[in-house]
């Protein structure tokens, strides 16, 4: 039985990460972080040490158009549902990385399969708990972070430049975005409306907001080309291939 499970590990070529939970760490969550639980070691029903031509194309095909420069995080969000709707977005325009702040709330342990599709599954997702760590390290990788917030300096969000690496900010299901991220932000945004009531379902703003940074993004052709670096593509396209779609 050992020498099996040894098998299974050298066939994932080491890809196992085992699960991070410290309080104000961040916990990057991958496919593979529940591949060791409760002390028990379990193997993956869609482990397949070989991949298809057609399956390596149509996964290599997805990669190519990953946006590493654009990112939404999620504050506070209450209904993982909601997460999870958003996470079937983020995929849809090519994100990859998705963030999430439960700075107020518990953790969530597990996101809304059916209203996600498992979209999960596909992005790397990073939950922090303390919003100081979390800006630090959005500040690494994106240079401007907007949130959504209705105020006297907001603008509109078909004036804000989403072809530079950017984050949008959604606040939770009843407050909003807090003051605390407001003040830490570059800037606050809208989404036009014309209507009675003057609020979206965070999960539809943040649909309308990431199609607009698909629109802005394919057309200054940055789906033309790849964005991911050689090696987190290939590391990706490794950890999907075990992945049943």
Known sequence: MCSFFVSVLLCLCGKVSSAAGRINKPICVNPWQTFFAAGKTFVPSSVNCSMTPERNERLTSVLNKRQPDLTVLLENVFDPHNISAVMRTCDAVGMQDI???NSKIPPHKKWGAKSSSSAAKWL?????????DCFAELRKHYKKIYTTHLSTDAVGLHDLNLTEPVCLVCGNENSGVSEEIIAMADGNFIIPQVGIIKSL???VACAVSLYEAYRQKANAGHYDHVKLEGEKLNSLRDEWGFIEE
């Open 99 to 101: 963030y999430i702040l």
């Open 201 to 203: 379902n965070i999960s």
């Open 124 to 132: 790397t997702v990073h939950q922090f708990t303390d919003a100081v």
